[in-house]
């Protein structure tokens, strides 16, 4: 949806509030990751990686992809960095494409709030797990503050665990897990954490 406005920012996408806010879902997604060591992940819209870079240690590899070759670059810059050798990059958009890569976990954090079409991007999220794959999706509660015409406004729980039963995940727990200040175009906001099972 804001496909520009990430390739304009992505240099820059890294500021010291990202960075917390990123920290704090990494450590509440590190704890869905249970005996994964051998697991392949997918982060859908990873950015410049700032989530998914801190759970390299936690799975066998971790390919990022992104609709935003910027954003990319900056994470290629990271991952060469840093020397990750399990860790890849990969330009897509899987609401225009049909994925033809797998993988036994898809994460997607702060990404689902900028796709129009919801349904759309988890079913193809569900086409790239294999069997008893596990989805986590990280964004942000449904919030009446928020008004944007580019964005969701959040989503309701109940409404999200719907369309994610329709696209054939066989059950999703969702919980919120952090209330924050400014962190939700400039209005306070809570995060909630989903996993759902193929
Ligand atoms: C708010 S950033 C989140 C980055 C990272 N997941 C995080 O939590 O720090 C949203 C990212 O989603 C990407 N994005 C937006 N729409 C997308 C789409 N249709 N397909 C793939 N990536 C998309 C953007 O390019 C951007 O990098």
Do not use: C, W
């Amino acid at each position: 949806m804001e496909k520009n406005v990430f390739e304009q920012m992505a240099k820059k996408y890294d500021t010291r509030e990202r960075i917390e806010l990123a920290k704090v879902i990494s450590t509440e997604v590190k704890k869905k990751l249970q005996e994964t060591k051998s697991k392949t992940l997918v982060d859908y819209g990873s950015g410049t990686g700032l989530v998914s870079l801190a759970l390299t240690d936690l799975v066998d590899s971790v390919l990022l992809v992104d609709s935003s070759e910027q954003m990319l670059e900056v994470a290629k810059a990271k991952i060469e960095q840093s020397e990750l050798n399990h860790a890849q990059v990969l330009h897509a958009d899987f609401t225009k494409e049909q994925p033809t890569i797998k993988a036994d976990i898809v994460l997607t954090s702060l990404v689902l709030l900028h796709i129009p079409e919801t349904k759309t991007i988890l079913q193809n999220l569900y086409n790239v797990l294999n069997e008893n794959g596990q989805l986590i999706i990280v964004d942000f509660d449904k919030n009446e503050q928020v008004s944007h015409p580019l964005i969701h406004n959040g989503f309701s729980h109940e409404v999200l665990k719907q369309v994610l039963s329709d696209v054939g995940f066989k059950s999703t727990e969702i919980k919120t897990f952090y209330h924050g200040e400014n962190i939700f175009a400039k209005k306070d906001a809570s995060m909630f954490i989903a996993e759902s099972m193929k």
